[in-house]
């Protein structure tokens, strides 16, 4: 069976090779071999190095050692892992929770008509391109304990009465980092919920407040099941752009103090580029990349079933 | 007409409260239900736009107000110091920045450059996934999906390693090959979908006139569907543009470094100079919030059928 398949897939290839069929190929060829070689080669090469001892010398000697499981095995016995899985969990299940009701919220807000609401709704989206690196220095000076505005916001309204030192301290730096990530996140949600939201067929609405439905009940047995897969597709999305977040937590803590916000993300990039153990941090990204996999396959399932609808 | 024909009274009454429920509501939502929609979304707008008000304010005011209680607002006497200070002119004040200028150059060069290769290898490819039928389609349309998704953290990694082994570490062309493959997978998803929407019989016409399919290509189709190529080309200068841990990783020397490593310049041991980090911050975020306000729906089309869809 597998040989003639395989005769018949030649003599396929020889055929459409003759008959133009290769066309497409010489199209995708480009993209493909780049994507490969600056991408589909450096996370075989991450699964490779997990397998290694792999360190600064081998940088310089290029000679590796296979060590098997030995990288997992440390990684998952470090206590430093763990408490960053624990942060890289706190800090996107929070995040996510308060992005997608903010965001589910708005999209339902700007649904309906009222003055000014597009262009509201256009500058809510405003920060939604802008680069990280601004978001992380303006919380930076925002969560400043002497003269930052949240500060002054908080105790002016008497919600904390004295300043705190939001990023300074442990306890309330994860907290500062996931604010600021939900700001980041915001316009994403609103997008892709509106989207939803917009498609929504409105006589089951009007038919529900003549039954009497008050807006939490139409909230919850209308919007959120007609809603099902575009709000799972949601929720895998930003679980998946959440759980990958360094960029915003390097700026603003670098993962302090102490260990106070470290994720799995800045604690991959701490063992490569501050303790140089590449296996290790190697094997912290595959384990991570084993995460993302599963909800990568979440949401395929959740986006194929929204096309089969 | 049918309500006039309802024999039993019961049936009667019932519609007749149902419609009276109906006139009562209309009636009751439009003026307290619009006014009170109107200030949630203003409410809302004015406090996600906040921190972006305060980036701005701040990097006008003079070195005074920055720390005054309580804090203002507006300031009274705008200074454009920081501005300067900020791309490295000479201002009256001690600091003096002089690199500002280089990292907007070197930012402008790797965006740029990931932005035109992007384009270059995503157009082809999207081509061909939307005209052909081919081997491997569905796998490769996977591979795109699941590529999106990927952590920068993740290919940092084995990138570093790669340069390493290869000498480009400390090139501008590092970080231009890994932004475009962040970009890549995106763009083709994107422009895959503008090319469905040009119809085949176009194409077909210019087949039998004689021309070859590039030209076609060229000449026909991509005129037609310029709108989204310049969405795709502004959507990959900005992943570029802001770019956080490639640069942070492969750039040491500060004459390469872009912008989202020169922001930290401004952070001093004991001091930092918030009015320019801001006004620098500022100018970084220009480009990113004026791209948002032009192509907002080529934007928002693109992230939901790349997404959801």
């Known amino acids: 069976m597998a040989f003639s398949s395989i005769g018949n897939d030649i003599k396929d290839i020889k055929a459409s090779f003759f008959k133009g069929k290769l066309t497409p190929y010489f199209y995708i060829l480009p993209s493909g071999l780049f994507l490969f070689v600056v991408l589909g080669f450096p996370i075989l090469y991450s699964v490779f190095m997990s397998f290694q001892k792999y360190t600064l010398e081998t940088l310089v000697s290029r000679q590796t050692q296979f060590i098997g499981f030995k990288n997992y095995f440390d990684v998952l016995g470090d206590p430093a892992f763990a408490t960053a899985l624990q942060h890289s969990l706190v800090f996107t299940i929070a995040s996510i929770f308060f992005q997608f009701t903010i965001g589910l919220g708005l999209a339902i807000l700007f649904s309906k008509a009222f003055p000014l609401s597009n262009m509201m709704r256009g500058l809510l989206l405003s920060g939604w391109q802008i680069p990280s690196v601004v978001t992380g220095t303006l919380f930076l000076f925002l969560f400043n304990l002497d003269y930052g505005l949240i500060n002054f916001v908080l105790t002016s309204l008497h919600i904390i009465a004295e300043p705190i030192g939001w990023i300074v301290q442990s ?53 959120i ?19 990958r977040v360094f960029d915003l937590i390097w700026i603003i803590t670098k993962g302090g103090p102490g260990s106070a916000t470290e994720v799995l993300p800045t604690f991959a990039y701490r063992l490569s580029f501050i303790n140089f153990n590449f296996g290790r941090s190697a094997a912290v990204s595959v384990i991570m990349l084993l995460i993302l996999l599963g909800g990568a396959i979440l949401y395929l399932r959740a986006i194929t079933e929204e096309e089969r609808l | 007409m049918k309500e006039a024909h309802v024999e039993s ?91 500002g200028a280089l990292y907007f150059k070197n930012s402008f060069i790797i965006a740029a450059s990931t932005m035109l290769l992007t384009l270059a290898l995503a157009i082809p490819a999207a081509y061909a996934l939307s005209r052909f039928n081919f081997r491997g389609k569905t796998i490769f349309m996977l591979f795109l999906l699941v590529a999106q998704m990927l952590p920068g953290v993740l290919l940092v990694i084995p990138l570093f390693v790669l340069f390493k082994m290869f000498s480009l570490y400390n090139t501008h062309l590092s970080v231009i090959l890994a932004d475009t493959a962040l970009a890549l997978p995106f763009a083709i998803i994107i ?119």
């Open chain 2, 191 to 309: 422009l895959r979908t503008s090319f469905f929407q040009i119809p085949d019989a176009l194409e077909e016409a210019g087949l039998i006139d004689g021309a070859t399919r590039l030209q076609v290509l060229w000449y026909i189709i991509l005129p037609l569907i310029r709108a989204s190529l310049v969405a795709v080309g502004v959507f990959s200068f900005l992943t570029a543009w802001g770019e956080f841990v490639f640069a942070l990783s492969f750039l040491a020397k500060p004459e390469l470094q872009p912008i989202s490593i020169g922001v930290f310049q401004f952070i001093g041991m004991y001091k930092t100079q918030w009015d320019t980090m801001m006004a620098f911050s500022t100018l970084v975020a220009i480009p990113a919030v004026v791209a948002l306000l032009f192509l907002q729906r080529q934007f928002i089309s693109g992230l939901t059928s790349g997404s959801v869809k």
């Open chain 2, 9 to 99: 009274s019961s049936g009667c009454i019932m519609g007749f409260v149902r419609r009276i429920q109906l006139v009562t509501h209309w009636m009751r939502m439009p003026q307290a239900g619009i006014a009170l929609r109107f200030a949630m979304g203003f409410i809302a707008t004015a406090i996600y736009l906040m921190p972006l008000f305060w980036m701005v304010s701040t990097s006008l005011k003079p070195q005074s107000e920055i720390f005054h209680t309580p804090p203002v607002l507006i300031p009274s006497h705008p200074q454009i110091d920081s501005y300067r200070s900020a791309v490295g002119l000479p201002t009256n004040r001690p600091e003096l920045y002089i690199t």
């Open chain 1, 171 to 223: 306890d309330t730096a994860l907290p500062a980092v996931i604010i600021a990530n939900v700001w980041l996140g915001i316009p994403f949600n609103l997008i892709l919920l509106s989207a939803g939201v917009m498609g929504l067929p409105e006589d089951v609405y009007e038919a529900a407040t003549v039954d009497g439905a008050n807006g939490l009940q139409k909230l919850i047995y209308i919007t």
């Open chain 1, 225 to 243: 099941p007609l809603l099902k897969s575009t709000i799972l597709a949601v929720l895998m999305l930003g679980f998946i752009y959440t759980l």
